[in-house]
């Protein structure tokens, strides 16, 4: 469990465990929760490893499990840049708390978060370059140099011309990250011709000033159990997830300004990235309607049961009066 996916981050301020934790929680969630509780730090805490070590449930279950332990407030999955320049790349996260917190605090705590990551960052701003070392002015005359024979130069020869770049006749980085999809999930495997026809729309993802990991890890988070149609699924997030337009924020000196190091949180249900004000119960308002929907039209509970003896007595008297 410590391979890389979601590592396991615990929030502050948690009481100790306890033989009640998580009782007012459905069996499957208590399950999965005390789980997830014992893992260390640093865990991976993706669909696919706590399914391999949960024997009870399938990946589908415990994708539902993880989306309700996110509304009662005990995790938020979130991720973050880590590196600097053309090395950077994003770290996937889950914060979880024994303690169920309400979308006030998970703001304010990953808002926290997010300061820190910025104070630890490294500074990526460009440094000046120096002045050239200014020349002290010659005060001795320097010695004529030694008199070289001119040396016989031989004739030039007929140019060859250059074979055309494989650079520019190459794929482009969208092709590439497309391309490459399959070898991330064997679900979302393309031809050449899927790959030629999407890559336009990947390219307004990359001119848009996100990294083909970014890009990646869009298309691949949250995939359902079974893809029909990997073009079809893959056009329909590509346009329906583009990311917006952002300005190119620029310093008093006309460079560029580093990039802001802030986490950003995924929704539980289908991994779609956002602010923590954006997404509460860590879920996006589609999945969040989806959600409510479910939970509104779930079976009311059982009635008591009625009294057999009261029933009984009364059908005795039924007969006795026949």
């Known amino acids: ?93 889950t914060f979880w708390s024994r303690t169920a917190r309400d979308n006030a605090w ?41 008199p070289v024979p001119q040396q016989r130069t ?41 790959c030629a026809a999407l890559e336009s729309r990947a390219t307004e993802w990359l001119a848009r000033g996100v990294s083909t990991d970014y890009l990646t890890s869009a298309l691949t988070a949250g995939l359902p159990a079974t893809i ?7 056009r329909h997030r590509l346009t329906t997830k583009i990311p917006p337009q952002l300005p190119a924020e620029r310093t008093e000196s006309g460079t560029t300004a580093p990039t802001a190091r802030s986490l950003l949180v995924e929704c539980t249900e289908c991994g779609t990235p956002g602010p923590p004000e954006a997404l509460p119960d860590g879920l996006c308002r589609p999945c969040r309607e989806t959600h409510s929907n479910q939970t509104g039209t779930s079976p009311a509970a059982p009635t008591a049961a009625p009294d057999v003896k009261a029933r009984m007595a009364n059908l005795r008297n039924l007969l006795r009066s026949v």
């Open 106 to 146: 998970w703001t304010t705590f990953l808002a926290a978060e997010t300061a820190t990551t910025q104070a630890t960052a490294p500074d990526t701003a460009p440094t000046p370059p120096l002045p050239p070392p200014s020349k002290a002015p010659r005060t001795e005359q320097a010695p004529e140099p030694t």
């Open 154 to 194: 031989p004739p030039p020869r007929p140019e060859t011309p250059l074979a055309p770049s494989t650079a520019e006749t190459g794929p482009s980085p969208a092709y590439l990250a497309l391309a490459r999809l399959g070898r991330a999930d064997h679900r979302l495997t393309l031809s050449a011709d899927d």
């Open 1 to 93: 469990m410590a391979n890389p996916g979601y590592g396991k981050r615990t929030a502050p301020d948690q009481p100790p465990r306890t033989g009640t934790d998580f009782t007012t929680l459905p069996t499957r969630e208590r399950y999965v929760a005390g789980f997830i509780d014992h893992l260390p730090e640093g865990a991976s805490m993706s669909v696919k490893q706590l399914a391999r070590q949960l024997p009870l449930y399938g990946q589908q279950a415990i994708s539902s499990a993880l989306t309700a332990l996110s509304v009662a407030g005990h995790l938020r999955r979130v991720r973050c840049p880590v590196g600097a320049g053309d090395e950077t790349r994003w770290v996937f996260r």
């Open 228 to 234: 029909d149609s990997p073009t079809g699924f893959l």
